[in-house]
């Protein structure tokens, strides 16, 4: 990471500036983000997914991990189920609600893990990646100390104290492969980027911004 990008990750004070810096990343205005390898910008799996994800960011939601749904054989032979998968971190509890509430009415599964002062839920992971029928990949779970480190360095106390201490959701699709996608589509309803058109309920409009102040 360059010393300029360090400092502005250092210069966010507030977690609207963490998910406008994010949503940058995703976009490839930065070439990196502090939890992540440096130089590098979301896997290609992940291109499609880029919009509804900085939505999210800059709607409350910063976002740290996903993938697409998708199922099928690898160039090593190997069979591969994937669910669609979001992992994130919200601060404001009416942030909160509203995506727990938009995911419950799609289907869709969720986990918390609140790290709030006090202690509060802590659901166990769920499995969203198989190869030959084995589990690969999962979403969800505690986060160590050492570990929200190792996601956030650099930034400044007060923000990491913030997000260290949030609540952390992850959103996943019932079943494997393209028909989980639709989970995209239930979370760009909910940020704004896609707006209901009664002709044709999941076309999808201009982006407009966050829905929530």
């Given at each position: 990471?360059?010393?300029?990008?360090?400092?502005?990750?250092?210069?966010?004070?507030?977690?609207?500036?963490?998910?406008?810096?994010?949503?940058?990343?995703?976009?490839?205005?930065?070439?990196?983000?502090?939890?992540?390898m440096?130089?590098?910008?979301?896997?290609?799996?992940?291109?499609?997914?880029?919009?509804?994800?900085?939505?999210?960011?800059?709607?409350g939601?910063?976002?740290?991990?996903?993938?697409?749904?998708?199922?099928?054989?690898?160039?090593?032979?190997?069979?591969w189920?994937?669910?669609?998968?979001?992992?994130?971190?919200?601060?404001?509890?009416?942030?909160?609600?509203?995506?727990?509430?938009?995911?419950d009415?799609?289907?869709?599964?969720?986990?918390?893990?609140?790290?709030?002062?006090?202690?509060?839920?802590?659901?166990?992971?769920?499995?969203?990646?198989?190869?030959?029928?084995?589990?690969?990949?999962?979403?969800?779970?505690?986060?160590?100390?050492?570990?929200?480190?190792?996601?956030?360095?650099?930034?400044?106390?007060?923000?990491?104290?913030?997000?260290?201490?949030?609540?952390?959701?992850?959103?996943?699709?019932?079943?494997?492969?393209?028909?989980?996608?639709?989970?995209?589509?239930?979370?760009?309803?909910?940020?704004?980027?896609?707006?209901?058109d009664?002709?044709?309920?999941?076309?999808s409009?201009?982006?407009?911004?966050?829905a929530?102040?």
């Open positions: 990471m360059s010393r300029s990008e360090r400092q502005r990750w250092r210069s966010a004070r507030t977690v609207a500036d963490l998910g406008e810096l994010m949503a940058l990343w995703l976009e490839g205005e930065l070439g990196s983000w502090p939890g992540y440096p130089g590098c910008g979301p896997d290609d799996e992940t291109t499609h997914l880029v919009p509804t994800l900085a939505a999210l960011c800059r709607a939601y910063v976002t740290t991990q996903s993938q697409p749904g998708c199922i099928g054989t690898s160039t090593d032979g190997l069979w189920e994937q669910r669609a998968a979001l992992e994130l971190v919200v601060t404001d509890p009416k942030l909160f609600h509203r995506l727990i509430d938009t995911a009415a799609a289907g869709l599964s969720v986990r918390i893990n609140d790290y709030r002062p006090g202690g509060g839920v802590q659901d166990q992971p769920v499995v969203v990646t198989t190869c030959d029928s084995e589990p690969v990949t999962s979403f969800g779970g505690r986060i160590s100390r050492a570990h929200m480190a190792i996601q956030w360095p650099g930034l400044h106390p007060d923000l990491y104290r913030e997000v260290s201490t949030g609540m952390y959701v992850s959103i996943i699709a019932p079943e494997y492969g393209k028909p989980g996608e639709q989970m995209w589509v239930v979370l760009d309803f909910l940020t704004g980027h896609r707006r209901h009664p002709a044709d309920p999941w076309a409009s201009t982006p407009s911004g966050p929530y102040s």
